[in-house]
Protein backbone atom coordinates (compact mmCIF):
# COMPACT_ATOMS: atom_id res chain seq x y z
CA UNK A 1 0.00 0.00 0.00
CA UNK A 2 1.57 3.52 -1.00
CA UNK A 3 -0.70 5.58 1.31
CA UNK A 4 0.72 6.49 4.89
CA UNK A 5 -1.01 4.93 7.67
CA UNK A 6 -1.72 5.78 11.51
CA UNK A 7 -2.63 3.54 14.69
CA UNK A 8 -4.64 5.19 17.34
CA UNK A 9 -5.51 4.21 20.36
CA UNK A 10 -8.50 5.87 21.94
CA UNK A 11 -10.24 6.56 19.02
CA UNK A 12 -14.10 6.18 19.67
CA UNK A 13 -14.41 9.71 21.10
CA UNK A 14 -12.70 13.14 21.51
CA UNK A 15 -9.78 13.83 20.76
CA UNK A 16 -8.65 10.10 19.02
CA UNK A 17 -11.92 10.23 16.47
CA UNK A 18 -10.86 13.65 15.71
CA UNK A 19 -7.70 12.53 14.75
CA UNK A 20 -9.16 9.79 13.06
CA UNK A 21 -11.42 11.94 10.59
CA UNK A 22 -8.34 14.36 9.86
CA UNK A 23 -6.18 11.87 8.62
CA UNK A 24 -8.97 9.74 6.82
CA UNK A 25 -9.92 13.18 5.01
CA UNK A 26 -6.32 13.44 4.10
CA UNK A 27 -6.25 10.29 1.89
CA UNK A 28 -4.29 7.54 4.95
CA UNK A 29 -5.21 4.59 6.02
CA UNK A 30 -6.65 4.87 9.52
CA UNK A 31 -6.38 2.23 12.55
CA UNK A 32 -9.23 2.94 15.15
CA UNK A 33 -8.64 1.14 18.33
CA UNK A 34 -10.60 1.79 21.76
CA UNK A 35 -12.18 -0.40 24.54
CA UNK A 36 -15.39 0.91 22.98
CA UNK A 37 -16.23 -2.05 20.21
CA UNK A 38 -19.85 -0.16 18.84
CA UNK A 39 -18.49 2.99 18.73
CA UNK A 40 -15.33 1.99 16.60
CA UNK A 41 -18.04 -0.21 14.46
CA UNK A 42 -19.89 3.30 13.99
CA UNK A 43 -16.81 5.29 13.39
CA UNK A 44 -16.03 3.19 10.49
CA UNK A 45 -18.98 3.36 8.97
CA UNK A 46 -18.91 7.22 9.03
CA UNK A 47 -14.73 7.09 7.07
CA UNK A 48 -15.88 4.13 4.88
CA UNK A 49 -14.17 0.44 5.76
CA UNK A 50 -12.21 0.56 2.50
CA UNK A 51 -10.43 3.79 4.17
CA UNK A 52 -9.67 2.06 7.85
CA UNK A 53 -9.61 -1.24 10.06
CA UNK A 54 -10.87 -0.93 13.70
CA UNK A 55 -9.83 -3.43 16.85
CA UNK A 56 -10.71 -3.68 20.55
CA UNK A 57 -7.84 -2.67 22.63
CA UNK A 58 -7.66 -2.07 26.28
CA UNK A 59 -3.89 -0.74 25.96
CA UNK A 60 -3.38 -1.67 29.72
CA UNK A 61 -3.30 -5.20 28.40
CA UNK A 62 0.63 -5.64 27.07
CA UNK A 63 -0.24 -9.16 25.83
CA UNK A 64 -2.95 -7.43 23.41
CA UNK A 65 -0.61 -5.13 21.54
CA UNK A 66 0.73 -7.19 19.34
CA UNK A 67 -1.91 -8.88 17.88
CA UNK A 68 -3.43 -5.60 17.23
CA UNK A 69 -0.64 -4.33 15.59
CA UNK A 70 -0.09 -7.39 13.40
CA UNK A 71 -3.75 -6.85 11.83
CA UNK A 72 -3.34 -3.47 11.72
CA UNK A 73 -0.13 -3.58 9.72
CA UNK A 74 -1.60 -6.39 7.66
CA UNK A 75 -4.29 -4.52 6.66
CA UNK A 76 -2.54 -1.18 6.39
CA UNK A 77 0.02 -3.32 3.72
CA UNK A 78 2.78 -3.74 5.58
CA UNK A 79 3.54 -0.24 6.97
CA UNK A 80 3.03 1.85 10.43
CA UNK A 81 3.95 5.31 9.46
CA UNK A 82 2.69 7.17 12.91
CA UNK A 83 1.37 5.41 16.06
CA UNK A 84 -0.37 7.73 18.47
CA UNK A 85 -0.58 7.13 21.76
CA UNK A 86 -3.96 8.91 22.13
CA UNK A 87 -5.81 6.72 25.20
CA UNK A 88 -6.12 8.61 28.69
CA UNK A 89 -8.32 8.90 31.73
CA UNK A 90 -8.64 11.82 34.51
CA UNK A 91 -10.48 12.28 37.74
CA UNK A 92 -10.09 15.30 39.58
CA UNK A 93 -10.39 16.59 43.15
CA UNK A 94 -8.25 16.16 45.83
CA UNK A 95 -5.71 13.42 46.14
CA UNK A 96 -6.58 11.51 49.11
CA UNK A 97 -10.43 11.85 48.47
CA UNK A 98 -9.26 9.70 45.58
CA UNK A 99 -9.40 6.25 45.72
CA UNK A 100 -5.90 4.89 45.29
CA UNK A 101 -7.54 2.51 42.89
CA UNK A 102 -8.62 5.48 41.21
CA UNK A 103 -5.09 6.87 40.98
CA UNK A 104 -3.52 3.36 40.34
CA UNK A 105 -5.73 3.07 37.06
CA UNK A 106 -4.84 6.19 35.54
CA UNK A 107 -1.22 5.60 36.04
CA UNK A 108 -2.25 2.07 34.05
CA UNK A 109 -3.55 3.59 31.01
CA UNK A 110 -1.86 7.14 31.02
CA UNK A 111 1.73 5.75 31.85
CA UNK A 112 1.36 1.87 31.84
CA UNK A 113 -0.50 1.96 28.12
CA UNK A 114 2.10 4.62 26.79
CA UNK A 115 4.92 2.61 27.60
CA UNK A 116 3.22 -0.70 26.10
CA UNK A 117 2.60 1.37 22.43
CA UNK A 118 5.95 2.58 22.34
CA UNK A 119 7.66 -0.08 23.38
CA UNK A 120 5.58 -3.08 21.35
CA UNK A 121 4.92 -0.71 18.52
CA UNK A 122 8.75 -0.14 18.05
CA UNK A 123 9.39 -3.37 15.53
CA UNK A 124 6.74 -2.30 13.51
CA UNK A 125 8.16 1.62 13.61
CA UNK A 126 11.44 0.22 12.90
CA UNK A 127 10.62 -1.27 9.53
CA UNK A 128 9.06 1.44 8.15
CA UNK A 129 11.02 4.19 6.83
CA UNK A 130 11.14 7.88 8.73
CA UNK A 131 7.98 6.58 10.80
CA UNK A 132 6.83 8.82 14.40
CA UNK A 133 5.76 8.33 17.65
CA UNK A 134 3.30 10.41 18.72
CA UNK A 135 2.48 10.58 22.76
CA UNK A 136 -0.43 12.63 24.24
CA UNK A 137 0.94 14.76 26.91
CA UNK A 138 -0.90 17.78 28.73
CA UNK A 139 -0.06 21.17 29.46
CA UNK A 140 -0.43 19.78 32.97
CA UNK A 141 3.04 18.19 32.32
CA UNK A 142 4.49 22.06 32.35
CA UNK A 143 3.74 22.70 36.35
CA UNK A 144 2.11 20.15 38.54
CA UNK A 145 -1.43 20.42 38.23
CA UNK A 146 -3.26 20.80 41.76
CA UNK A 147 -6.86 18.82 41.72
CA UNK A 148 -5.49 16.54 38.44
CA UNK A 149 -2.10 15.05 40.89
CA UNK A 150 -1.90 11.87 39.61
CA UNK A 151 -2.75 13.05 35.63
CA UNK A 152 -0.69 15.44 35.59
CA UNK A 153 2.38 13.60 37.22
CA UNK A 154 1.93 10.67 34.43
CA UNK A 155 1.87 13.77 31.94
CA UNK A 156 5.03 14.41 33.38
CA UNK A 157 6.32 10.83 32.87
CA UNK A 158 4.91 11.05 28.87
CA UNK A 159 6.79 13.95 28.31
CA UNK A 160 9.71 12.29 29.82
CA UNK A 161 9.64 9.12 27.75
CA UNK A 162 8.89 11.31 24.73
CA UNK A 163 12.33 13.18 24.97
CA UNK A 164 14.38 9.86 25.79
CA UNK A 165 12.79 7.68 23.50
CA UNK A 166 13.53 10.66 20.99
CA UNK A 167 17.18 10.63 21.53
CA UNK A 168 17.26 6.76 21.58
CA UNK A 169 15.21 6.14 18.18
CA UNK A 170 16.65 8.84 16.30
CA UNK A 171 19.49 7.08 14.83
CA UNK A 172 17.08 4.42 13.58
CA UNK A 173 14.88 6.68 11.71
CA UNK A 174 12.33 6.94 14.31
CA UNK A 175 10.81 10.46 15.45
CA UNK A 176 9.66 10.77 18.22
CA UNK A 177 7.26 13.72 19.95
CA UNK A 178 4.58 14.56 21.82
CA UNK A 179 1.13 16.85 21.99
CA UNK A 180 0.65 19.15 25.05
CA UNK A 181 -3.27 20.64 24.86
CA UNK A 182 -4.51 22.56 27.81
CA UNK A 183 -8.33 21.71 28.19
CA UNK A 184 -10.16 20.27 25.54
CA UNK A 185 -13.82 20.30 24.77
CA UNK A 186 -14.50 16.87 25.46
CA UNK A 187 -16.50 14.46 27.63
CA UNK A 188 -13.13 13.77 29.55
CA UNK A 189 -12.34 17.24 30.74
CA UNK A 190 -16.91 17.98 30.93
CA UNK A 191 -16.09 15.31 34.17
CA UNK A 192 -13.55 17.52 36.13
CA UNK A 193 -14.57 20.11 38.47
CA UNK A 194 -11.78 22.74 38.62
CA UNK A 195 -11.34 26.15 39.31
CA UNK A 196 -8.88 26.11 37.30
CA UNK A 197 -11.34 25.75 34.26
CA UNK A 198 -13.19 27.72 35.69
CA UNK A 199 -10.93 30.85 35.93
CA UNK A 200 -9.55 29.67 32.58
CA UNK A 201 -11.98 28.31 30.45
CA UNK A 202 -11.82 25.58 28.17
CA UNK A 203 -10.91 27.08 24.58
CA UNK A 204 -9.49 24.19 22.60
CA UNK A 205 -11.40 21.75 20.47
CA UNK A 206 -11.02 18.22 19.79
CA UNK A 207 -10.58 19.34 16.01
CA UNK A 208 -7.55 22.05 17.14
CA UNK A 209 -5.83 19.05 18.91
CA UNK A 210 -6.31 16.92 15.78
CA UNK A 211 -4.89 19.34 13.15
CA UNK A 212 -1.65 20.05 16.05
CA UNK A 213 -1.45 16.33 15.41
CA UNK A 214 -1.57 16.29 11.54
CA UNK A 215 0.93 19.00 12.09
CA UNK A 216 3.56 16.96 13.77
CA UNK A 217 2.77 13.44 11.67
CA UNK A 218 4.03 15.62 8.44
CA UNK A 219 6.59 17.99 10.00
CA UNK A 220 9.71 17.85 8.22
CA UNK A 221 12.08 19.50 10.91
CA UNK A 222 13.09 18.46 14.14
CA UNK A 223 10.63 19.00 17.08
CA UNK A 224 9.96 16.94 20.29
CA UNK A 225 7.37 19.32 21.90
CA UNK A 226 4.03 20.66 20.08
CA UNK A 227 1.95 22.82 22.34
CA UNK A 228 -1.63 23.82 21.53
CA UNK A 229 -3.26 26.59 21.92
CA UNK A 230 -2.20 30.67 23.14
CA UNK A 231 -2.78 29.57 26.84
CA UNK A 232 -0.45 26.74 26.88
CA UNK A 233 2.21 28.11 25.25
CA UNK A 234 2.14 31.47 27.41
CA UNK A 235 2.66 28.54 30.54
CA UNK A 236 5.47 27.15 28.71
CA UNK A 237 6.88 30.37 28.42
CA UNK A 238 6.19 31.68 31.76
CA UNK A 239 7.76 28.36 33.45
CA UNK A 240 10.87 29.61 31.19
CA UNK A 241 11.14 33.27 32.08
CA UNK A 242 9.98 33.65 35.74
CA UNK A 243 11.15 32.02 38.79
CA UNK A 244 10.11 29.42 40.20
CA UNK A 245 8.01 31.09 42.99
CA UNK A 246 6.13 33.44 40.63
CA UNK A 247 5.19 30.49 38.53
CA UNK A 248 4.22 28.56 41.93
CA UNK A 249 1.99 31.43 43.06
CA UNK A 250 0.21 31.64 39.76
CA UNK A 251 -0.53 28.33 39.31
CA UNK A 252 -1.59 27.88 42.85
CA UNK A 253 -4.22 31.04 42.13
CA UNK A 254 -5.44 28.93 39.04
CA UNK A 255 -6.37 26.30 40.96
CA UNK A 256 -7.58 27.85 43.79
CA UNK A 257 -4.88 26.76 46.45
Not at 129 to 154: M, V
Not at 177 to 206: E, H, N
Amino acid sequence: MTRKSIFITGAAQGIGKATAERFAREGWFVGLHDIDGDALAALRDQLGAEGCTIGVLDVRDATAWTPALEAFWKAAGGRLDVLLNNAGIATSGAFTEIPLSTHHAIVDVNLKGVINGAHLGHPFLQRTPESRLINLASASAIYGAAGLASYSSTKFAVRGLTEALDLEWRPQGIRVCDVWPLFVKTKMVDGLSLPSIRSMGVRLTADDVANTIWKAANHRGHRVHWLVGAQTHAMYRAICLFPDRINRAVTAKLSGH
